[in-house]
């Protein structure tokens, strides 16, 4: 898994706005070991860097995954 630090998306928003480039992202909420504080700060994020595209998408369980076996705390 790609995890960018939210310091290169923030930079990212300011390369967006000197450029005419476009930035787009997918998003997976209620992963199981996601917190309110995680899905809050998820938002914050979207809502700095203003996305021209964003695909979301809720967790589903996948037999056979590490995630599969983690407790779900969503």
Do not use: W
């Not at 309110?36 to 021209?52: M, S």
């Not at 809720?58 to 983690?70: D, P, V």
Request: hydrophobic share 40%; aromatic share 12%.
């Amino acid at each position: 898994m790609d995890i960018v630090p939210v310091n290169k998306l923030l930079h990212f928003a300011k390369i967006k706005k000197s450029y005419q480039i476009s930035i787009t992202t997918d998003l997976i909420v209620g992963f199981p070991t996601e917190t309110a504080e995680d899905y809050q700060n998820t938002l914050n994020v979207i809502k700095y860097i203003k996305f021209d595209h964003a695909y979301m998408f809720k967790y589903s369980l996948r037999e056979g995954t590490s995630a599969c076996n983690l407790p779900s705390i969503v």
